[in-house]
T-cell receptor
Framework: DAGVIQSPRHEVTEMGQEVTLRCKPI?????LFWYRQTMMRGLELLIY????????DSGMPEDRFSAKMPNASFSTLKIQPSEPRDSAVYFC???????????????FGPGTRLTVL | GENVEQHPSTLSVQEGDSAVIKCTYS??????FPWYKQELGKRPQLIID?????GEKKDQRIAVTLNKTAKHFSLHITETQPEDSAVYFC????????FGKGTKLSVKP
């Protein structure tokens, strides 16, 4: 398996533009997570899905952020409109049932470095 | 909700010395405690984990200990090498993974 795949790896955009980040989880994993990482706030969970259904989106900072998972192999995180304070590295991760024992390791993608000017 | 505190935030050791990073948590129902290593510009990667029914787990130079009564767990790295330099994150599972703020470990040759 290629692991978790994210695109783009780098994104530079201007304030006010729409940004879409993409993620392909590891085949067979039924949990998908979106994280944001900044120096100030560390690694923050934004939202996670189980079997394509959003379970907890309490970490989504505001209505400008939305996430979808139309099928088991694809998810998007959209920011509209983007602002400079959204600049961060966004990670996608996937796993089997977290904390259940055995093969529930959470695997991270390479991340998307977003810069909003 | 779960609160995870990680100390120290930075740690500098000489090559060959040991390094210890400690995390405390608040929810006694937490039962899964992974540690991730993140090298500069890379993704976090799991290096070791421990479950609540075990007090210690070891994998070569890395070990994790868990004290459920005191609600803390620690990462121990022995015989440190320059390639151990990275940011280390602890995490606690309580519905989802809650991460500590990270420890930047520098191993000086």
């Amino acid at each position: 398996d290629a692991g978790v795949i994210q695109s783009p790896r780098h994104e530079v955009t201007e304030m006010g533009q729409e940004v879409t980040l993409r993620c392909k989880p590891i085949s067979g994993h039924d949990y998908l997570f979106w994280y944001r990482q900044t120096m100030m706030r560390g690694l923050e969970l934004l939202i996670y899905f189980n079997n394509n259904v959003p379970i907890d989106d309490s970490g989504m900072p505001e209505d400008r952020f939305s996430a979808k998972m139309p099928n088991a192999s694809f998810s998007t995180l959209k920011i509209q409109p983007s602002e400079p304070r959204d600049s961060a590295v966004y990670f996608c991760a996937s796993s089997f049932l977290p904390g259940a024992g055995g093969t529930d390791t959470q695997y991270f993608g390479p991340g998307t470095r977003l810069t909003v000017l | 909700g779960e609160n995870v505190e990680q100390h120290p935030s930075t740690l500098s050791v000489q090559e060959g010395d040991s390094a210890v990073i400690k995390c405390t948590y608040s929810d006694s129902a937490s039962n899964y405690f992974p540690w991730y290593k993140q090298e500069l510009g890379k993704r976090p990667q799991l290096i070791i984990d421990i479950r609540s029914n075990v007090g210690e787990k070891k994998d070569q130079r890395i070990a994790v200990t868990l004290n459920k009564t005191a609600k803390h767990f620690s990462l121990h790295i022995t015989e440190t090498q320059p390639e151990d330099s990275a940011v280390y994150f602890c995490a606690v599972y309580q519905g989802n993974l809650i991460f500590g703020k990270g420890t930047k470990l520098s191993v000086k040759p």
